[in-house]
């Protein structure tokens, strides 16, 4: 079993490719589930992969322009 289960916000960064603070947002919102393990926040794995699946796709955005 060497799938990480949990990433914290700096790895959710580093691996999606955006901020602290947008990550953040993307919590804030309810786009991106995060839980609590005492005061760390962490994403599980399953949740930034569904949140990235559900992510527009980059020809879907072009349209919007």
């Known amino acids: 079993m060497n799938e990480k289960l949990a990433f914290?916000?700096?790895?959710?960064c580093a691996t999606a490719n955006f901020g602290r603070t947008t990550a953040y947002q993307f919590i804030k919102t309810g786009a991106l589930r995060a839980v609590k393990m005492g005061r760390r926040t962490v994403v599980l794995s399953e949740d930034l992969r569904s949140f990235l699946s559900n992510l527009p796709s980059a020809r879907?955005?072009?349209r919007n322009k």
């Open 8 to 12: 914290s916000i700096a790895e959710v």
């Open 60 to 62: 879907d955005e072009s």
